[in-house]
């Protein structure tokens, strides 16, 4: 699916085609403090295709526990943070965050990874009161 999106603050602005069956709600902790909410939504982008249209994506580099490091891209204006992807030009899950996109209500998720970590409420909010 193509898809469009960009930061808050509209600085950056991307295309990309995504894999729409594989978008994933991670209750991972890092997703959890790097989201500054309770998980992180994200949708894959298929190989190769994403492309930065405007603006500059500013990095911080993450070492997992593994030595695994992982390229998190994010708006230096405003903080948003846009995407994960393994350092430099290696290949593998390059995950796009699903709330910078344009067409994010058709970007419905597929699965939930990292449960063991998740938020006791996050599995029941319809119960939660609403106005
Ligand atoms: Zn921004
Ligand atoms: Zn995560």
């Not at 500054?36 to 190989?47: C, E, P, S």
């Not at 350092?87 to 419905?108: E, M, Y």
């Amino acid at each position: 699916m193509k898809i469009t999106g960009g930061c808050f603050c509209s600085a950056i602005r991307y295309e990309a085609e995504v894999d729409e069956n594989m978008v994933v709600i991670c209750h991972c902790t890092d997703c959890q403090i790097n989201s500054g909410t309770a998980y992180g939504v994200v949708v894959r982008v298929i190989d190769g295709k994403f492309n930065l249209v405007k603006g500059k994506i500013s990095f911080f580099q993450k070492i997992a526990d593994s030595g695994a490091k992982r390229d998190l891209g994010f708006c230096s204006n405003c903080g948003t943070r846009i995407f994960a992807k393994p350092d430099g030009d290696k290949n593998g899950v390059f995950g796009l965050r699903v709330g910078t996109v344009d067409q994010r209500a058709n970007l419905i998720p597929k699965k939930q990874a990292f449960t063991k970590s998740a938020l006791s409420w996050v599995f029941d909010i319809s119960s939660i009161p609403k106005n």
